[in-house]
């Protein structure tokens, strides 16, 4: 069995789980809503206060979408309950990050500012030279910290750039000139 697959979920209070038909799981919560359909295959079972997932067979394809279709269904749990959120820094002399209604503005060295507006759910922050991105959707929230970081990501013989605050950047020796 799946060590990931095989255990339950617990709903915390205040959350709601609904399963339709070919398994289309809705997630409601003080959060928000979150609506997701996942792979047919899979047995998804409300007992109570918990969410099982159980798997038809032993296949290769099966054992893989077992663990996937649990996390992806805890994920709302989670997102519903506590939201997700991801910091990303900004390093560099004259990189700066600046927040104007919903709109993200990035000075990053280019010849022109960059512009990034939030998309639906999402919710960005800038405190400093920090970026926070903010919401339910955990894929959300991790394509768009993505997508930021993708704009400068960080070189490595200085470090400038946008990185992940948990992120550590593998810096390397720059040249040495002749004698």
Same mark, same amino acid.
């Given at each position: 069995?799946?060590?990931?697959?095989?255990?339950?979920?617990?709903?915390?209070?205040?959350?709601?789980?609904?399963?339709?038909?070919?398994?289309?799981?809705?997630?409601?919560?003080?959060?928000?809503?979150?609506?997701?359909?996942?792979?047919?295959?899979?047995?998804?079972?409300?007992?109570?206060?918990?969410?099982?997932?159980?798997?038809?067979?032993?296949?290769?394809?099966?054992?893989?979408?077992?663990?996937?279709?649990?996390?992806?269904?805890?994920?709302?749990?989670? =997102?519903?309950?506590?939201? +997700?959120?991801? $910091?990303?820094?900004?390093?560099? /002399? *004259?990189?700066?990050?600046? !927040?104007?209604?919903?709109?993200?503005?990035?000075?990053?060295?280019?010849?022109?500012?960059?512009?990034?507006?939030?998309?639906?759910?999402?919710?960005?922050?800038?405190?400093?030279?920090?970026?926070?991105?903010?919401?339910?959707?955990?894929?959300?929230?991790?394509?768009?910290?993505?997508?930021?970081?993708?704009?400068?990501?960080?070189?490595?013989?200085? =470090?400038?750039?946008?990185? +992940?605050?948990? $992120?550590?950047?593998?810096?390397? /020796? *720059?040249?040495?000139?002749? !004698?």
């Amino acid at each position: 069995m799946s060590r990931i697959g095989r255990m339950p979920i617990a709903i915390p209070a205040g959350v709601t789980v609904t399963i339709a038909e070919n398994n289309h799981v809705t997630v409601k919560g003080p959060k928000g809503t979150l609506e997701r359909a996942l792979p047919v295959e899979m047995e998804i079972k409300l007992e109570g206060t918990e969410v099982t997932v159980t798997r038809p067979n032993d296949l290769k394809r099966m054992k893989s979408l077992h663990g996937l279709t649990r996390t992806l269904i805890n994920n709302m749990v989670v =997102g519903v309950t506590e939201g +997700y959120q991801k $910091e990303l820094e900004v390093n560099g /002399v *004259g990189y700066r990050a600046a !927040k104007s209604g919903n709109k993200l503005t990035l000075n990053l060295g280019y010849s022109h500012p960059v512009e990034m507006i939030d998309p639906e759910g999402i919710e960005t922050s800038v405190d400093g030279n920090k970026i926070i991105v903010k919401g339910i959707d955990k894929e959300k929230v991790g394509q768009f910290a993505a997508e930021i970081r993708e704009k400068r990501a960080p070189e490595p013989y200085k =470090g400038k750039g946008i990185k +992940y605050t948990t $992120e550590t950047i593998r810096r390397k /020796v *720059g040249k040495t000139g002749k !004698k």
